[in-house]
T-cell receptor, first 114, second 112 residues
Framework: DAGVTQSPTHLIKTRGQQVTLRCSPKSGHDTVSWYQQALGQGPQFIFQ???????QRGNFPDRFSGHQFPNYSSELNVNALLLGDSALYLCASSFEGGRGYGYTFGSGTRLTVV | TQLLEQSPQFLSIQEGENLTVYCNSS?????LQWYRQEPGEGPVLLVTVVTGGEVKKLKRLTFQFGDARKDSSLHITAAQPGDTGLYLCAGAKGGSQGNLIFGKGTKLSVKP
């Protein structure tokens, strides 16, 4: 049973460019959350998708947007990249019925902005 | 504002020693989760504690949730090199699934 799958694993982009990161949730999970983890820091919540809609959002600018597809997979888009966007982007999936007690994280996408 | 403070930030010990990691906040959480993260990997859930005063054991790891649900501790008995990693605590507010608030983590190194 595959866990959470994220792609790509590593990415290098130039300032001002746009990037799309992808996430396939664990089988049976219907909720996807995205987190940003800067070096030496704990993950910070970006937003959560459930039933193809953004349900909650953290303190991130509108340059960060997302989407959830009918098969529960999700994308994170970041526009107008800044050097400070360099981080590990983590996707976590869960089952709505689990009420937050069963997060599974992917291995992340390491984004470097130069 | 860092709502969850973890201490110590770094810990380097010898195999066989015991250790305790702390996670403190001025906020009340409906649940608190502990994760372990290894370099290049995502966090792996170790335990979720929900009830104030709750104690959970996972082999050599003992987790405790404070009575007021504002703090938690993780105690490891007879640490092994395989315990090396970044230990993160994360609090959830209310009944929602999203918006886990993470601490900065405790980086543990266990030397053989």
């Amino acid at each position: 049973d595959a866990g959470v799958t994220q792609s790509p694993t590593h990415l290098i982009k130039t300032r001002g460019q746009q990037v799309t990161l992808r996430c396939s949730p664990k089988s049976g999970h219907d909720t996807v959350s995205w987190y940003q983890q800067a070096l030496g820091q704990g993950p910070q919540f970006i937003f959560q998708y459930y039933e193809e809609e953004e349900r909650q959002r953290g303190n991130f600018p509108d340059r960060f947007s997302g989407h959830q597809f009918p098969n529960y997979s999700s994308e994170l888009n970041v526009n107008a990249l800044l050097l400070g966007d360099s981080a590990l982007y983590l996707c976590a999936s869960s089952f709505e019925g689990g009420r937050g007690y069963g997060y599974t994280f992917g291995s992340g996408t390491r984004l470097t902005v130069v | 504002t860092q709502l969850l403070e973890q201490s110590p930030q770094f810990l380097s010990i010898q195999e066989g020693e015991n250790l305790t990691v702390y996670c403190n906040s001025s906020s009340v959480f409906s649940s608190l989760q502990w994760y372990r993260q290894e370099p290049g990997e995502g966090p792996v859930l170790l335990v979720t504690v929900v009830t104030g005063g709750e104690v959970k054991k996972l082999k050599r790891l003992t987790f405790q949730f404070g009575d007021a649900r504002k703090d938690s501790s993780l105690h490891i008995t007879a640490a092994q090199p395989g315990d090396t990693g970044l230990y993160l605590c994360a609090g959830a507010k209310g009944g929602s699934q999203g918006n886990l608030i993470f601490g900065k983590g405790t980086k543990l190194s266990v030397k053989p």
